[in-house]
């Protein structure tokens, strides 16, 4: 497990450092980035196990993030967390191919379950 970088891109500072903290608490290696562009440019996309990504971000949503994956051939699971109640839009986060759709705030169980599920058990 120790072995698995998971990648969080949340625009909102403390829910990143929240995120951030969690994840980290259950043993994983964690990098966060403020913005999708962020985390694209970065060199290393395929050394991760896992993203977690808000949706709703100023410049690149969660949604384009996931299509940008995809058009590069990532198979990266990404889980999409956010705090709108827009009617359909998870539906639109589980058919754009996120492993999992959590709402904010989230429920640290609600996360680990989905983790569990996305990356096989602890």
């Known amino acids: 497990m120790a072995d698995q970088l998971i990648s969080i891109i949340d625009d909102d500072a403390p829910m990143r450092e929240a995120l951030v903290s969690?994840?980290?608490s259950l043993g994983?290696?964690?990098?966060d980035f403020a913005s999708a562009e962020d985390f694209l440019a970065s060199s290393?996309?395929?050394a991760y196990?896992?993203?977690i990504t808000d949706i709703q971000m100023p410049g690149m949503n969660g949604f384009e993030l996931?299509?940008?994956l995809a058009s590069r051939h990532s198979s990266l699971p990404v889980i999409m967390v956010t705090?709108?109640?827009e009617p359909g839009i998870e539906e639109k986060a589980m058919s754009s191919g996120a492993c999992c759709f959590l709402r904010k705030p989230l429920a640290a169980e609600t996360l680990v379950n989905c983790l569990q599920r996305?990356?096989?058990s602890f």
Do not use: H, N, Q, T
Not at 28 to 31: A, D, K, L, T
């Open 44 to 46: 290393d996309i395929e």
């Open 49 to 51: 196990a896992c993203a």
């Open 28 to 31: 994983y290696e964690v990098r």
């Open 66 to 68: 996931k299509r940008e």
């Open 83 to 85: 705090a709108r109640a």
């Open 22 to 24: 969690l994840v980290r």
């Open 118 to 120: 996305v990356l096989g």
